[in-house]
């Protein structure tokens, strides 16, 4: 704003007294402030209709942002952001080429082998039925897992091993009784 200090203040004080009087300064100070009043009001109008002019003019274009997006154009403002030479669309398309004509002679070698093999399925279907009963395993070995076996004793001899395997065996069917009849 205006950049008066109190120096300069004093001396328009000073001429404003012996120019209007003590009588008449007092009305001439209100005066001055009530235009001094206006005039803000009038620089705070302005200053709002700028800025609600401003917010209408970003409004209208997130408005026209949005009804961008809805018209479709958002996959295109997408690939224009990610890929704006259209290297990356390219090289997409040439591997979805490249699949397809994969998937095709995929599909193809199958069709081929499948009339190949209806040929041979009738030959090689008395020999398949032998090989399948006398190479198939119907039932698994039962074989315990490495955790449950005991590493044997080291002190003692075999006969002291047998006498503790014999009174832990005879603990166990005990143990085993005494639960059955509970």
Sequence with gaps: MIDIGWSEMAVVALIALLILGP???PKAMRMVARWVKK???MTRDVQSGFDQMIRDAELEDAQKAVQGISSGSLNKTISDTIDPTGVVGESIGSLQNEARASEREAKDNLTQSGES????SDQSSTDSSEMSSSSVVETPLNIAPASSLR?????GTAAEGGAVAEESSSKEKDDLDKKSHA
């Design 23 to 25: 009588k008449e300064l």
């Design 39 to 41: 005039l803000r009001g």
């Design 117 to 120: 093999e209806a040929d041979a």
């Design 151 to 155: 590493p044997p004793e080291e002190s």
